[in-house]
């Protein structure tokens, strides 16, 4: 699976928008792109994933650039709450590979 | 989204015993499990997959003999580890793939504190 970089933190204001980078520049045509994130002392939680087109949902947006080369997460509006370690994975499609975590970003939402 | 479940969700042990966690798919099957390690302030490990009614797949440096897997049904995987030492102290959390809702995506459980003492 294709490694992916990402910033070690961010800090975003509560209320506004929250957009985590995520460098994926070795990934191949069939591989997908996940996030989960991980709030402290609990197991990872799914946020979103894509291939190519963006995605949205009832939690964040995905925005996967035109060459896959990379991609951003967005949190709309961040609360408090979404505090938390993100995590971006490349993964391909198979049922039995496993998510395999980088170090991911510490989002501090502060108030 | 899927449920997953682990019990206990932390445990103090002494050094030379063992324990067991388990982890339980709630409302799916889980024809894949996974677990994982994590030591403080750290990511993720993995440590192994399991397929229901195969044998673990244990990854590079984690020994099967200490670490013993069973994925005997599909809602429920074991995870013992045997005669512990401190510094198998950490947080495992197990993770599930089936069919049904959770085909493509992998759900967590909220993780097992162990503490050897």
């Known amino acids: 699976d294709a490694k992916t970089t990402q910033p070690t933190s961010m800090d975003c204001a509560e209320g506004r928008a929250a957009n985590l980078p995520c460098n994926h520049s070795t990934i191949s045509g069939n591989e997908y792109v996940y996030w989960y994130r991980q709030i402290h002392s609990q197991g990872p939680q799914y946020i979103i994933h894509g291939l190519k087109n963006n995605e949205t949902n009832e939690m964040a947006s995905l925005i996967i650039t035109e060459d896959r080369k990379s991609s951003t997460l967005i949190l709309p509006h961040a609360t408090l709450r979404d505090t938390a370690v993100y995590y971006c994975i490349v993964r391909g499609s198979s049922g039995n590979t496993p998510l395999v975590f980088g170090k991911g970003t510490r989002l501090s939402v502060i108030a | 989204g899927a449920v997953v479940s682990q019990h206990p969700s932390w445990v103090i042990c002494k050094s030379g015993t063992s324990v067991k966690i388990e982890c339980r798919s709630l409302?799916?099957?889980?024809?894949?499990m996974f677990w994982y390690r994590q030591f403080p302030k750290q990511s993720l490990m993995l440590m192994a997959t399991?397929?229901?009614?195969?044998?673990?797949?244990?990854e590079q440096g984690v020994e099967k003999d200490k670490f013993l897997i069973n994925h005997a049904s599909l809602t429920l995987s074991t995870l013992t580890v045997t005669s512990a030492h401190p510094e198998d102290s950490s947080f495992y959390i197990c993770?599930?793939?089936?069919?049904?809702?959770?085909?493509?995506?992998?759900?967590f459980g909220p993780g097992t504190r162990l503490t050897v003492t």
């Open positions: 993770s599930a793939r089936g069919v049904g809702r959770a085909t493509y995506e992998q759900y």
């Open positions: 399991s397929n229901e009614g195969s044998k673990a797949t244990y």
């Open positions: 409302d799916f099957q889980a024809t894949t």
